[in-house]
């Protein structure tokens, strides 16, 4: 996760430096990324396990 770091502004009634928070929320949505390399290679093996699976039960 990215950390941004807010500006800091000053405040004389405490005599320290605060972040600068915004007012309201922003409204981001997180996306999600598939890897979809993955998922073929995936699917894939599992398509060949079945392949040999069914070629050893009727030859067999």
């Not at 320290?16 to 993955?38: F, I, N, T």
């Amino acid at each position: 996760m990215k950390y941004i770091k807010p500006s800091m502004k000053f405040n004389p009634g405490l005599k320290k430096y605060e972040p600068e928070l915004p007012l309201r929320k922003r409204g981001r949505k997180v996306q999600s990324k598939v890897d979809w390399k993955w998922i073929l290679i995936i699917l894939g093996s599992l398509i060949i396990i079945g392949l040999m699976s069914y070629w050893l039960m009727v030859y067999y």
